[in-house]
Structures are given as C-alpha cells and as structure tokens.
C-alpha cells in the first residue's frame, strides 16, 4: 500500500492512486457515515478527500500509515462538514436523498447520534476556548496525529513546553466536562 502511494506522490502516477481509491473508498464512505449520517454526504465526503488527495499529493507527508492518514483525512473532513454546512433534512426531501445505509442504521439510533453530534460540538467549544498556543498543539496532537517531538520541532519549542501544553489541554478539558456532566 505504501509503495503505491509512494507512486502517487513523488511520480503523480493515476494508475496508482485510482488502485488507492478503489482499495478504500467504501470503507471510507462506511467510516464517514459514523460522523455525517447520509450516504450520499459520506460519499461527497471521501471524495473530497481524494481530490485534495491528488491535488495537494506532492505536499503529503504521511507520519504513520498512509490508512490510519486516510481515516483522519475523511474523520476532519466530515467534521468540517457538519462545521459548515450543517446539513438539515427538508420537509420535501425524497427517501432517495436521505438514505442511510442498514449496517449504520443497525449500530446507531437517531437518539444516539444526535448525543454524539451534540457532545462533540460540547468538546470542539471547550477545544476552541483552550488559549491558543495550548490549542494548537492539542490539536496537532489529537486531530492530526503528530508525536510530542514533531510538534516541537514544527512550532520550534522544547518538548517539555508540549508535555507542559498538553497536560494543561487536557486537565482544563476533563474539568470542563465533568463541570457539564459529560464524564464521570
């Protein structure tokens, strides 16, 4: 998997990135609609993500596998989604248009994800309200995966001053929850 990739990226090889398409996409689109429910927004979802894949492929720098880069890929793409276009069911919508796929149905309820997207718009809010630095590397740290040593090295600080970060990211967060009942 990774030699394809390496494909894509260094030599813009197509072939080698519709094989990359091909391999994930479904599994991808299942993975979106854990996060923005409808079928055909998981699909405009991973699509995108493989656009800005092809697109942006001589700026990618994959840390970890080129799957696990993937599902964080499409995970903040559909988060970004539900930021911005905070998609609503319309009265006149077809089933067609908001068909959800039986294995998701079976997995979650409309109760549960609604929990969900709500207790995750909670945390985003705590996250935002983080003071910037201590956001920041919360966020290179959790959303995009880096180790304590590349977020150092990226924002050119020691890496205490991470640990120091982090730890703070992360007690603010676990007292602002349990202040609104979110964890125990």
Known sequence: MELLLTDV????????????????????????????????????????????????????TVHTSFEAYLYRSVRNQ????????????????????????????DWHTPFEELAFNELYLEIESFVSALPKQCQLIFRLNRENGLRYREIADELQISIKTVETQMGRALKLLRKRLSEHRLVA
């Open 78 to 105: 559909a988060l970004d989604y539900l930021k911005l276009k905070s998609y609503r069911p319309q009265k006149n919508d077809t089933l067609d248009v908001i068909d959800k796929s039986n294995s998701y149905a």
């Open 9 to 60: 990226v260094r030599n813009g090889n197509y072939k080698s990135y519709c094989e990359l398409f091909r391999r994930y996409y479904n599994a991808m689109c299942v993975y979106a609609m854990r996060v923005v429910t409808y079928r055909e927004i998981a699909e405009e979802v991973v699509s995108d993500v493989y656009m800005k894949l092809w697109k942006n492929r001589e700026q990618i």
